[in-house]
């Protein structure tokens, strides 16, 4: 099995990444779920503004709102691989991501915040996503908007890269641009989630820029990393495969 990862996964992504980037999606989840469910019955406050109530809802902002997830998945994987060499970079990322769901967590418990969401008229395929994305998605954990966090970080993990051509880059500023106007048009999130989502990334991104914040992450994730291989290599009857 190790030999098959090695193989096929790690040209895509190398293999010290892939242990870090799941459990960054797996806090991701852990955080925004469980903090709606811990403060499900407390009260919530509305951040709306006038500038709130001039956008109008469009529904055609869905395609842009569900196409960020595959955006996410593709530039997270990108960053592991633009930084094969380079592991503290890499780790920077990780470390800024994990610390952003921190704060998110400690405004979800103690500021929790909603909006109301318009009624849903339409027979389009775009109004019947909106329609779709109101009943499994609670008004609740907006402030700060993790969709536009995300997607930033997205631009934010490859704007320095010389892996990473110009296009693509532009791309993927204009798409975060994008999905943070879709939270606005499709009424999930108030202009102050997006705000508060951008200073976050980049206050965040500045700060493990600046200091040697990683080190934990590069500490904790190598032991993680290096346990799972040892397994599957038992499981393989290969031996030890040295963390490389």
Request: glycine share 4%.
């Amino acid at each position: 099995m190790y030999a098959w990862l090695k193989k096929y996964l790690d040209p895509v992504i190398p293999l010290y990444a892939v242990l870090p980037l799941i459990i960054c999606f797996g806090f991701n989840t852990v955080v925004y779920s469980g903090t709606m469910i811990l403060c499900k019955d407390r009260y919530h406050y509305d951040f709306t503004t006038p500038f709130d109530r001039m956008v109008p809802v469009s529904s055609w902002w869905m395609y842009i709102y569900f196409g960020c997830y595959l955006f996410w998945i593709i530039n997270y994987i990108m960053v592991g691989h633009i930084n094969r060499e380079d592991r503290i970079a890499f780790y920077r990322f990780v470390t800024t991501d994990l610390m952003s769901r921190i704060v998110c967590a400690f405004f979800y418990i103690f500021l929790p915040t909603t909006n109301v969401r318009p009624e849903v008229v339409g027979t389009h395929l775009s109004d019947r996503l909106l329609a779709f994305l109101y009943q499994i998605d609670q008004p609740a954990n907006l402030f700060p908007s993790i969709h536009c966090l995300v997607s930033w970080l997205c631009f934010i993990g490859i704007r320095k890269s010389d892996k990473v051509p110009l296009w693509y880059k532009i791309f993927s500023c204009v798409f975060a641009v994008l999905v943070m106007a879709s939270t606005q048009f499709t009424k999930q999130h108030y202009i102050v989630d997006v705000i508060s989502a951008l200073i976050l990334a980049e206050g965040l991104n500045w700060l493990n820029q600046t200091f040697d914040l990683y080190s934990l992450s590069i500490r904790l994730f190598s032991g993680m990393t290096q346990g799972v291989r040892n397994f599957i290599c038992m499981l393989d009857k290969k031996g030890d495969y040295r963390v490389k």
